[in-house]
Nanobody, 115 residues
């Protein structure tokens, strides 16, 4: 079994920064992808950024140049540095791990941006 625990959400003014963290535990394989998704009220969950264990990254167009995904040395942690936050970034952010076709999710952390 795999458990994911997010932290780092909160309230920030527009233009500010937040750093989300996610720690995975349990049966973690060396090859996997860790992602950040978000879900705003009344909207579908969307992929924000992802990073493969070999280093490849991808970003939603809406966050390119503002958000940076990274992984810890132990490979079981993932971070999302969010800069220049906008009100449209308001959402619950979820950590996701994918390995061998199985998806695992964290409980989510709220990000609120005041204008």
């Amino acid at each position: 079994q795999v458990q994911l625990v997010e932290s780092g959400g909160g309230l920030v003014q527009a233009g500010g920064s937040l750093r989300l963290s996610c720690a995975a535990s349990g049966s973690i394989f060396s090859v996997n992808t860790m992602n950040w998704y978000r879900q705003a009220p009344g909207k579908q969950r969307e992929l924000v950024a992802g990073m493969h264990s070999l280093g490849a990254t991808n970003y939603a167009d809406s966050v390119k140049g503002r958000f940076t995904i990274s992984r810890g040395n132990a490979k079981n942690t993932v971070y999302l540095q969010m800069n220049s936050l906008k009100p449209e970034d308001i959402a619950v952010y979820y950590c996701n791990l994918v390995q061998y076709g199985h998806h695992y999710w964290g409980q989510g952390t709220q990000v609120t941006v005041s204008s």
